[in-house]
């Protein structure tokens, strides 16, 4: 809870399944140690979960997002 103190983000605002729990400190944890992309690439942005905390994450990188899947809602 401290890490995330640490950079303005609430858990709450991220609410979802285990896997994207993880993939949501992993990526606080890399802005902490000064990571900051200018491009992001995510493939496979389904709903778009990850795409708002990388987008709230990195706020001065460009998310791009590229999903080919069949049964993607619309």
Do not use: M, W
């Not at 399944?17 to 690439?41: A, H, M, V, W």
Request: glycine share 6%; aromatic share 18%.
């Amino acid at each position: 809870q401290q890490v995330l103190t640490k950079i303005s983000i609430s858990p709450e605002s991220f609410a979802g399944n285990d896997q994207q729990s993880f993939n949501y400190y992993y990526f606080c944890f890399l802005k902490l140690t000064g990571f900051r992309p200018r491009n992001i690439l995510e493939i496979g942005a389904y709903h778009g979960a990850t795409t708002k905390y990388l987008a709230t994450l990195f706020d001065e990188a460009k998310v791009f997002t590229f999903e080919i899947s069949s049964d993607h809602p619309r």
